[in-house]
């Protein structure tokens, strides 16, 4: 089987992404909480959401990537926005629809969502 061009493109880019999150290259990394309570919650459903929303928007700019339990058990599935040079948002009790409104009004508007999160920073919202 040959190679298309397409692929090739597919390749570069997948290989891009992949480099970026070794180097902390990105303007924005998006932290997804996958221990066992957010997996049990619908973490994964959290996961491809973002990662839909990243492949539409063809923005290679942007980090998409796992962590173990944030400590928030009751408010899973949650999500980490962090944005360059602002402090991190976590989002909670996050929906696939929820996902779809913080790509588009924070990861790529950098308006947050303040009725989905829980905390900017170190601190918590009321």
């Known amino acids: 089987m040959k190679l298309k061009p397409e692929d ?11 480099t970026n999150l070794r180097d902390g290259a990105g303007r924005v990394k998006i932290t997804v909480h996958m221990g066992t309570c957010g997996i049990a919650s619908g973490s994964r459903k959290i996961l491809s959401g973002f990662l839909a929303e990243l492949d539409k928007a063809g923005a290679d700019d942007i980090i998409v990537t796992t962590s173990g339990c ?23 009790d996050l929906t696939e629809d929820k996902v779809k409104k913080i790509f588009e009004e924070h990861v790529m508007g950098r308006n947050i969502i303040s009725e989905y999160a829980l905390a900017i920073g170190s601190e918590r919202l009321s």
């Open 8 to 18: 090739l493109d597919k390749i570069s880019k997948k290989m891009k992404s992949v």
């Open 70 to 92: 944030a400590g928030l058990c009751s408010r899973e599935p949650m999500a980490t926005v962090e944005l360059k040079g602002e402090p991190p948002v976590k989002y909670v």
